[in-house]
Structures are given as structure tokens and as C-alpha cells.
């Protein structure tokens, strides 16, 4: 399954996040044609970020953001964003921002903001052994539910370190390591490049649950997710998402995720706890629409 299968063309990554402002505080991004017929997760989380970055002055930027997926969004529809304005501090700044569609809360999140010349202590995880992404796989050469989002292609270079390509560990039953960038260049803001990754961090990173069970059929959705960001990075470079599944039960699987630079500088992590119940007879594990199937 290929972008080119749909004939359609997606919006860039700027007009994503290029929100309009119609309000003080209210701002509005366009819905866009799509073979998914719920907003992307990530998406949501991207713009609900950047809505909440107009609202913050210069002198900081965020450091840490959660959410949770309220309702499934309807990709082609409008999306309102309501941003409340919790505290301005001299070191902080809190926001909480509502995505809406119908009147009704699609996406919640909180994000803080951070001064960026305070000083601390310093250190960091090294990132693990792993090929480079030249020895890594593009999404659609992978097998099972990954190659659909070989979706993004046109936008995205996204690719899966083979298992026998990257050290493991042997305490940890489920483990997926992902290379991806920008294809194209990007503004040099670093605030523009957090919310690029906070757009794609959603991508794979509830597969990495999926590990040892690549023969089960289940249903996936994104039911919160939380980001920290620690260094400056840009996301028209490689990054490294490696990523974890420490639990799953219930219906529900954990997944974190740490993001590297080329260098080996961690720049942020990721948390995600989602739905994987048990597929259905007749149901898809992720849903499209029946005009863009080929």
C-alpha cells in the first residue's frame, strides 16, 4: 500500500501547522482529504501545539505537553482550537488547549513552557548500537500493518531498523527502532520543528507493541500522549525513535519512545498508552475509506 495508490495529495507540513487565527486565543485548521476517514493523532496533537505557541512569549519554549483523544475527528472537517491561557510565570508558562469539531472536545492538552537560558545539572542516555539509516528499511519493503503508513511517504522518509540491525534488551519483550525525517527543508524555528515532531511522533510508536504479535489482528487507537523535549534538533535531519512496549493488557498496550539526533543526542521522548483489542471478524485494524481503497 503506497501514497500513489490514493491519488490525492496531502497537505505539507506548514499548512498543517500554519494555523489561522480567528480570535484571541481561537484558532482554526482546515480539513483536508484523506483515505483515513479519523484525524491523524498526530496531527491534532501538532496543531493543538503550535495553537498553543502563538499564545507564549518568545522568551520561552515548550518543554513537556500531554493529551488525550477524547472522540475520533473526522479528517476532512475544520478543527477549531481553544487555547486557555492557565499561567505566565517568570520561569514558566502553562497552556491547556481543546480541539473541537462539532462543537464538541476531540483532543485535550496541556503544555508547559520553559525559559531558555536557565541553567542545571546535565546528562543523558546514550542512544544504542544501530545501523544507519542507509541500512534501514522503507515502510512499504516491511511486513504487516507498518507498511500502511507508507501513506506518507511523499513527505516523510520513514524507515525500520531491522531486528537483527540494533543491540536489545534482553528485559524488554517488545522493541521497534525507527529512522525518520522531513524530506524537505524546514523553517529554521525550532519551535516549527517541535511540532513537526510532535506531528510525527505519533506515527509508529504504538506498533512498537506489536512486536511480538506481528500475527494477531487487533484494533488500534491512540488514547493519550505525552512529550518532553530536552534539546534543540531539527526534523529535516534523521532521527532515531527508539521505541518500547513495556505492557500490554486489557485491551491496552504502553509504549515510550526516545528520540535521538544523528549525533547521538537524546531530544526528546515520548509516552503512549493505546487501544489494541482483539479484531473483530469483518473489522479493520485501521479504518479507510471504501473510495480511496484500490
Known amino acids: 500500500m503506497n501514497l500513489s495508490d490514493f491519488n490525492i495529495a496531502t497537505p505539507s507540513i506548514e499548512e498543517i501547522i500554519n494555523l489561522e487565527q480567528i480570535d484571541k486565543d481561537i484558532f482554526r485548521g482546515s480539513g483536508a482529504d484523506s483515505p483515513l476517514p479519523r484525524t491523524y493523532g498526530g496531527q491534532v496533537a501538532a496543531q493543538c501545539l503550535s495553537a498553543a505557541t502563538k499564545t507564549v512569549e518568545d522568551d520561552k519554549i515548550v518543554h513537556s505537553l500531554h493529551g488525550y483523544f477524547v472522540r475520533p475527528g473526522q479528517s476532512s472537517r475544520d478543527t477549531v482550537f481553544l487555547v486557555e491561557r492557565v499561567r505566565d510565570g517568570r520561569s514558566f508558562a502553562t497552556r491547556v488547549v481543546h480541539a473541537i469539531q462539532d462543537g464538541e472536545i476531540i483532543f485535550t492538552m496541556s503544555a508547559s513552557f520553559h525559559i ?25 519493503k516491511t511486513g504487516g500493518e507498518l507498511r500502511f503508513f507508507s501513506l506518507w ?80 534538533f531539527r526534523a529535516d535531519d534523521w532521527l532515531l525513535y527508539d521505541q518500547v512496549s513495556p505492557s500490554a493488557h486489557g485491551a491496552r498496550a504502553m509504549a515510550t519512545g526516545r528520540i535521538f539526533d544523528r549525533a547521538g543526542n537524546l531530544v526528546a521522548m515520548t509516552t503512549q498508552e493505546g487501544l489494541t483489542r482483539s479484531l473483530a471478524a469483518g473489522k479493520q485494524s485501521i479504518p479507510v475509506k471504501t473510495e480511496f481503497e484500490r
Open 153 to 232: 511517504s511523499q513527505d516523510w522518509d520513514v524507515l525500520v531498523v531491522p531486528d537483527d540491525k540494533f543491540e536489545h534488551n534482553p528485559y524488554t519483550p517488545s522493541q521497534q527502532v525507527v529512522w525518520f525525517r522531513s524530506k524537505r527543508q524546514l523553517p529554521d524555528d525550532q519551535t516549527f520543528h517541535i511540532c513537526t515532531l510532535a506531528y510525527m511522533s505519533d506515527l509508529t510508536l504504538l506498533h512498537s507493541a506489536m512486536v511480538p504479535h506481528r500475527d494477531e489482528q487487533v484494533q488500534m487507537a491512540s488514547l493519550d500522549h505525552a512529550m518532553w523535549f530536552f534539546r534543540d
Open 116 to 140: 531558555t537560558d536557565d541553567q542545571g545539572i546535565e546528562h543523558s542516555d546514550r542512544m544504542r548500537e544501530v545501523v544507519p539509516p542507509e541500512e534501514a528499511l522503507p515502510l512499504e
